[in-house]
């Protein structure tokens, strides 16, 4: 098993930046990708980014540029530096792993709220 724990969550200006940390632990060896998701209020949980095993990253399109995915495996800790917020980037975070052997976790998610 794997958990996660999120955190660096806050309240931010536009324009602002936050970084959030995902602390992991447990059956670190197996985990495959890892991933940043998001959820508005009313919307669905969308994808935001991806790390692979490999350090292979990948973004959506309305963060590209501004954020970014990256991890330190001596500290077993996912980061997403976020740059150049926009109110339309307020949801709250999750941090999500997949195993090699198919198993997923979450987090149970940090607020980012960007309001002037």
């Known amino acids: 098993q794997v958990q996660l724990v999120e955190s660096g969550g806050g309240l931010v200006q536009p324009g602002g930046s936050l970084r959030l940390s995902c602390a992991v632990s447990?059956?670190?060896?197996?985990?495959?990708?890892m991933r940043w998701f998001r959820q508005a209020p009313g919307k669905q949980r969308e994808l935001v980014a991806t790390?692979?095993?490999?350090?292979?990253?990948g973004y959506i399109d309305s963060v590209k540029d501004r954020f970014t995915i990256s991890r330190d495996n001596a500290k077993n800790t996912l980061y997403l530096q976020m740059n150049s917020l926009k109110p339309e980037d307020t949801a709250v975070y999750y941090c999500?792993?997949?195993?090699?052997?198919?198993?997923?976790?979450w987090g149970q998610g940090t607020q980012v709220t960007v309001s002037s």
């Open positions: 999500f792993s997949a195993s090699i052997l198919g198993a997923s976790y």
């Open positions: 447990g059956s670190i060896s197996s985990i495959d990708f």
């Open positions: 790390i692979t095993r490999g350090g292979v990253t």
